[in-house]
């Protein structure tokens, strides 16, 4: 059984940075996409980086590009998102998510992934 469990959000002034953990347990190989989505009161859940099993290569959405970072750590089974400059509309409660198998079409919808953490809340003051 796949479970997903996200750490490391807090609250910082806008400029600040934080650094994010997802624990995979269960995943028995690098999954072939491995994302952090985050969703803030009353929006949808968005995309907001990517990487893959080859390469790996890595997506990010235009508003976090330069300045978030996606990263995997396959010996300790993490999936982890560094976040600097952050600002208040970064403020939200983020997850991570995983797909196990090829495919599935555009990485940002949300429907294409399998598993999903718990959240953990990021916020941001101004």
């Known amino acids: 059984q796949v479970q997903l469990t996200e750490s490391g959000g807090g609250s910082v002034q806008a400029g600040g940075s934080l650094e994010l953990s997802c624990l995979a347990s269960?995943?028995?190989?690098?999954?072939?996409?491995m994302a952090w989505f985050r969703q803030a009161p009353g929006k949808e859940r968005e995309p907001v980086a990517i990487?893959?099993?080859?390469?790996?290569?890595?997506d990010y959405a235009d508003s976090v590009k330069g300045r978030f970072t996606i990263s995997r750590d396959v010996a300790k089974n993490t999936l982890n998102l560094h976040m600097a400059n952050l600002k208040p509309e970064d403020t939200a409660v983020y997850y991570c998510?995983?797909?196990?198998?090829?495919?599935?079409?555009?990485?940002?919808?949300?429907?294409?992934?399998?598993?999903w953490g718990q959240g953990t809340q990021v916020t941001v003051s101004s």
């Open positions: 269960g995943i028995l190989r690098v999954p072939s996409r």
């Open positions: 998510a995983v797909r196990s198998d090829p495919g599935g079409g555009t990485w940002s919808n949300v429907r294409s992934y399998y598993y």
């Open positions: 990487i893959y099993r080859n390469g790996p290569s890595t």
